[in-house]
């Protein structure tokens, strides 16, 4: 019913900048929350950054100062702006959104994307 579709990852050295995208397609009424996740090999999938439909938003400390969410409402569409990557940084990360569809309009959603790796060397 929901696509989220993401790209822009890549391999880059310690110190550089990626801008993650993740655009959401399909029988979409309205998208709550949509947020990047990130899993590391060995590790669980943890939070990197969540933003809501009014623009409210929450890092991962470990984040926090060199990571920038935001999201196009008109386009479905939310970003992750990434600076100063670390190659702890190194993961591959994951679009989701809480979001209502049609035909169901009294619950909403959890949908993810496939994935795009990030791999940060030093």
């Known amino acids: 019913q929901v696509q989220l579709v993401e790209s822009g990852g890549g391999l880059l050295q310690a110190g550089g900048s990626l801008r993650l995208s993740c655009a959401a397609s399909g029988s979409i009424v309205h998208i709550n929350a949509m947020g990047w996740y990130r899993q590391a090999p060995g590790k669980q999938r943890e939070l990197v950054a969540a933003i809501t439909s009014g623009g409210v938003t929450n890092y991962a400390d470990s984040v926090k100062g060199r990571f920038t969410i935001s999201r196009d409402n008109a386009k479905n569409t939310v970003y992750l702006q990434m600076n100063s990557l670390k190659p702890e940084d190194t993961a591959v990360y994951y679009c989701?959104?809480?979001?209502?569809?049609?035909?169901?309009?009294?619950?909403?959603?959890?949908?993810w994307g496939q994935g795009t790796q990030v791999t940060v060397s030093s």
């Open positions: 989701n959104a809480n979001t209502v569809v049609r035909g169901n309009l009294f619950r909403s959603s959890d949908y």
